[in-house]
């Protein structure tokens, strides 16, 4: 579904950070071009 996708990901500080979510989709064969965590408070 997301092979050969280009992926942006924002990642919760008080949920699941960006480098999480970065390693599950790296398996799906996505590019991942940005991974941030964030506060949003």
Do not use: Q
């Not at 579904?1 to 942006?8: E, I």
């Amino acid at each position: 579904m997301l092979k050969g996708k280009k992926v942006a990901i924002l990642g919760d500080r008080d949920g699941i950070p960006g480098p999480a979510i970065e390693e599950c989709i790296e398996t799906t064969g996505a590019e991942v071009v940005f991974t941030t965590t964030e506060c949003f408070v």
